[in-house]
């Protein structure tokens, strides 16, 4: 059976862009594998599940194929089943729009604006 280091693994699948970005997202906290912290020596066989937050984004994924050289995008989706759920739809935020060539606000447009910004509306 084949294993290779959390660190590499992450960044030969392209869940990490850079090896020391992976790494230090281990000796962080931020890498479970098995819902165990580890550090970046960790070995990942296939069947393990890891939940990383790299780049301010948790991404939960099973090994499929363990891989020790990064790959084409392709090849490197073929490594893992991806369970990260969807995210949260983003709320509609209102926007208080004028009028093209309407010149300058008022002195009470801009305050009514400036409540509208301050969420006081």
Known sequence: MESARIDRWLWA???????????????AGHVKIND?????AATVVPGDEIRARV?????????VR?????????DAATCFIDNTPAPPPLA??????????AGRPTKRERRVLDQFRAGQF
Request: charged fraction near 35%.
């Open 92 to 101: 509609a935020i209102p926007v208080a729009r004028r009028e093209r060539g």
């Open 13 to 27: 699948v392209r869940l990490a862009k850079t090896r020391p970005d992976a790494a230090a997202a281990c000796r």
């Open 36 to 40: 165990r912290p580890v550090k970046p």
């Open 66 to 74: 363990v891989i020790q050289k990064r790959v084409g995008a392709a």
């Open 55 to 63: 780049n301010d984004r948790t991404r939960m994924v099973e090994v």
